[in-house]
């Protein structure tokens, strides 16, 4: 299996500008987490989908941020229009969605809003 | 508001010696424990978990205790390697019988040769 897999690797944008993200789960795994990384607050929960239904998005921080999942197999993370304090590495993890099931992570997504 | 704490942001033991990092919680109703293990430029990988009936949980050189009185979690590491050397997470579900994991801010462990 080649894991979970995150695109682009790298971003840099100017401030302002629309930027995506995208994430490919694992196959087989019903659930699916967008997580941000900052040396501030660690590792945050952005929102969560099960079965591709948004469950929980109480950790988007703002409406400037939006996340779809259209089918089992992609999801997109958008901020619109994108802002300096948006800099942070953006991970998507996937699991089974059965109670403690361990996270699988992509390798993330350097995000830098000049 | 950090549920899970990890209060230092960096280690640093000899090849060899016991590594130890600790993370403390405030919810009493956590009953589940996760460690992540991230190297650079990589995603989190899961390390070892515990569950809130047990004390502590092996798996070959790294074992996590739990102190549920003090809620408190540490992870041993013993012996250290070279290879250990990355930023380690505590993690814990939200809700019970849920997969929503809260994080830690990370303890950066250097393994010094």
């Known amino acids: 299996d080649a894991g979970v897999i995150q695109s682009p690797r790298h971003e840099v944008t100017e401030m302002g500008q629309e930027v995506t993200l995208r994430c ?17 607050r660690g590792l ?46 953006y991970f998507c993890a996937s699991s089974l969605g059965d109670g403690y099931e361990k996270l699988f992570f992509g390798s993330g997504t350097q995000l830098s809003v000049l | 508001d950090q549920q899970v704490k990890q209060n230092s942001p960096s280690l640093s033991v000899q090849e060899g010696r016991i590594s130890i990092l600790n993370c403390d919680y405030t919810n009493s109703m956590f009953d589940y424990f996760l460690w992540y293990k991230k190297y650079p430029a990589e995603g989190p990988t899961f390390l070892i978990s515990i569950s809130s009936i047990k004390d502590k949980n092996e798996d070959g050189r790294f074992t996590v ?25 505590c993690a814990a ?21």
């Open chain 1, 24 to 40: 490919k789960p694992i196959s087989g795994h019903n659930s699916l987490f967008w997580y941000r990384q900052t040396m501030m």
């Open chain 1, 44 to 89: 945050e929960l952005l929102i969560y989908f099960n079965n591709n239904v948004p469950i929980d998005d109480s950790g988007m921080p703002e409406d400037r941020f939006s996340a779809k999942m259209p089918n089992a197999s992609f999801s997109t993370l958008k901020i619109q229009p994108s802002e300096p304090r948006d800099s942070a590495v």
């Open chain 2, 65 to 89: 205790f739990l102190n549920k009185s003090a809620k408190h979690l540490s992870l041993h590491i013993v012996p250290s390697q070279p290879g250990d050397s990355a930023v380690y997470f």
């Open chain 2, 93 to 113: 579900p939200l809700n019970f019988g849920n997969e929503k994991l809260t994080f830690g801010t990370g303890t950066r462990l250097t393994i010094i040769p």
